[in-house]
């Protein structure tokens, strides 16, 4: 039956009869609408996910039938539609960076040897404002994707090895913009 | 995950759930370029006409229209003194940067679903398509499809919302996406390399058929991708042919006709989902693929006993030089973006140098009203830069041709793929 096919299969099918296409949308709609809400908010989200499927839809004759998962696939297409919205993720992220400034108070309340992430996302916006566009696609696609690396390579379009020297290089600049501690810990500056 | 990878991992921040509306509104989007056919609508442009007043020799090879453009025939410098001697009649002999267009007629059974992922309704989807793939992969193709009326569900009514609104004609491009499909590939400089022996292609079909699950039918799927928009020399036709008869279960059904009424010779396996029997029709001399066909062969499944749920024929495959004018307008395929330039926008339109091909002869057959051949126009250019050497060109064609991919690779890897438009798999359970 239909919905148990793979999406590889429901691809291939949907050449023929293109509406099984819409049986794509509706497995994967929300979590490229989740990862795309992450990186842009969630009114640019709806559009982004919109594009991203009309995109997929116009492309699916190439698409590469030895993925029976088609999300990497999506991602991919999802990177490049959301990196036409730069200015607005920029803003976005400053946005995010600026919350602690905002409230000093929030590094002080902690008890526990632990931040939560809402605390967390202040430093994490600054790491990410440090990283090159291409770095932060796919630190994001491996972080908030959940995608392993070989189908972050796919989804970049990339070998696997490129995925793998770039996520070095960006680790190394993570970790200098967190102070080069577990950000988990104690911060031992201000708080 | 390392730690850094893990702080934004945990670190990530809310996400507004996907609002009903939106959600709907967006499917609902998807859905109409979905129903149009892919995408806009635009009249079929004078192009045509125009093109078939040029030199197209069309003969007929088991039934199958081929057009032959410039076969052995005409001044193009280029090709006439190393093609004329090999030309076998009804064979074509591609060149790199040159198209191979086929056309088809195609009806497969669609399926729309519910929000919850079930299946809401179904009918039978038709359509008349053309597509152009480059020979070697190394150029974006096109591929144009136009609405057929479609047909209800055997034993159904047909959907409402399917009487109207399936006319129209879509544009699509189809980027080339060098290095993506290895083994996968459909191009003909590929599928010309494959062995001739029906031994060693069974294996493949095997090998490349996937894991899991009912393996001989995975294989017989793979073979079916290989034939379904493509072509094959004959050597590789034959074997392809020898090596699916070869698949348990399979059974060779004589005077089973295709969508154009062609009868041909079925290779046929039940086991299917839908309780169907999968059957890929050949012109038994030429072993030419003229469509495939599901029939319902199980009582008790989700259509009555010998109804028809799949039927298409592959009306004609013809060699042209470059891509129909409508190519500069049709829809983008960013389906391999990522680093890859060439899938942007159009295809290649810089003359290659050294590659004229000229196309001068009356035609000696019926003129192919649909064929188009631009006379005496560069073709799109073979890359320049080298990186991995492509296959070499078949081998029956005695010296090389003019910027074959052993000599001219694509920017990134010459691997180059092309789209496996055809490939509809019905089944795989």
Same mark, same amino acid.
């Given at each position: 039956m239909p919905d148990t096919l793979d999406d590889s299969t429901l691809i291939a099918r949907s050449i023929g009869a293109p509406e099984s296409f819409a049986a794509l949308f509706d497995r994967h709609a929300d979590e490229i609408h989740r990862y795309a809400a992450r990186r842009l908010g969630g009114e640019l989200a709806d559009d982004v996910t919109g594009e991203v499927f009309l995109v997929a839809f116009r492309g699916r004759a190439r698409y590469d039938p030895s993925w029976p998962d088609a999300r990497p696939w999506l991602y991919g297409i999802a990177t490049k539609v959301v990196s036409q919205h730069r200015r607005a993720e920029r803003r976005r992220t400053a946005a995010m960076a600026r919350v602690s400034v905002e409230r000093p108070g929030t590094f002080d309340d902690r008890s526990a040897d632990r931040v939560t992430a809402e605390q967390l996302q202040p430093r994490l916006a600054r790491a990410l404002t440090r990283l090159s566009a291409a770095e932060r696609d796919l630190l994001l696609l491996v !972080?908030? !994707?959940?995608?392993?690396y070989e189908e972050a390579a796919l989804a970049l379009g990339v070998p696997v090895g490129t995925v793998r020297s770039r996520l070095h290089r960006l680790r190394v600049k993570v970790r200098r913009a967190l102070g080069g501690t577990d950000p988990f810990a104690e911060e031992p500056q201000h708080g | 995950m390392d730690d850094e990878i893990r702080v934004f991992a945990e670190g990530r921040p809310e996400a507004p759930p996907y609002g009903a509306e939106a959600r709907a509104r967006a499917r609902e989007r998807l859905l109409t370029q979905a129903r149009s056919g892919g995408g806009r609508f635009r009249v079929p442009p004078l192009g045509w006409q125009a093109a078939a007043a040029f030199g197209v020799t069309v003969v007929l090879v088991g039934g199958v229209a081929v057009a032959l453009s410039n076969q052995g025939a005409g001044p193009g410098p280029a090709t006439s003194a190393t093609q004329s001697a090999e030309v076998t009649p009804g064979e074509l002999h591609p060149r790199p940067g040159q198209f191979i267009m086929v056309e088809s007629e195609t009806m497969y059974g669609s399926f729309t679903m519910g929000a919850d992922g079930k299946e809401a309704s179904r009918h039978l989807y038709r359509s008349h398509r053309k597509i152009w793939q480059s020979v070697d992969g190394s150029a974006s193709g096109l591929l144009m499809m136009e609405g057929r009326e479609p047909r209800p569900w055997p034993g159904e009514e047909l959907p409402e919302a399917e009487k109207t609104g399936w006319q129209g004609t879509s544009w699509d491009t189809l980027a080339a996406?060098? %290095?993506?499909? %290895? $083994?996968y590939r459909t191009d003909y400089a590929y599928l010309s390399t494959l062995p001739a022996d029906p031994a060693a292609l069974r294996e493949r079909l095997y090998r490349l058929g996937g894991k899991g699950g009912d393996r001989d039918f995975s294989a017989l799927d793979h073979a079916r991708s290989m034939l379904t928009e493509t072509y094959l020399p004959r050597a590789q036709r034959q074997a392809l042919f020898e090596a699916i008869k070869t698949i348990p279960g399979v059974r060779a059904k004589q005077g089973v006709e295709d969508a154009a009424g062609r009868e041909g010779v079925a290779l046929a396996r039940p086991g299917g989902e839908r309780g169907v029997e999968n059957q890929l029709i050949f012109d038994p001399e030429t072993f030419m693929y003229l469509g495939e066909r599901e029939e319902v062969v199980a009582e008790g499944a989700a259509a009555p006993k010998g109804s028809i749920l799949a039927l298409t024929a592959q009306l004609s495959v013809s060699v042209v030089d470059r891509l129909p004018e409508e190519a500069a307008q049709a829809q983008g395929d960013a389906s391999c973006m990522p680093e890859s330039e060439v899938s942007a926008g159009a295809p290649p339109q810089s003359p290659a140098p050294g590659t004229p091909t000229a196309t001068a002869s009356p035609a000696t057959a019926s003129p192919a009203p649909d064929a188009p051949t631009e006379t005496a126009s560069p073709a799109p250019h073979a890359p320049t830069e080298i990186a991995s050497p492509a296959p070499d060109m078949p081998? $029956?064609?005695?010296s090389p041709a003019p910027g074959a991919p052993t000599a001219s690779a694509v920017p990134e890897s010459a691997d180059a793929d092309m789209p496996t438009a055809g490939p509809v798999p019905t089944v795989t359970d």
């Open positions: !972080a908030w !994707a959940d995608l392993t | 996406c060098p %290095g993506r499909l %290895g $083994e081998t $029956e064609t005695a």
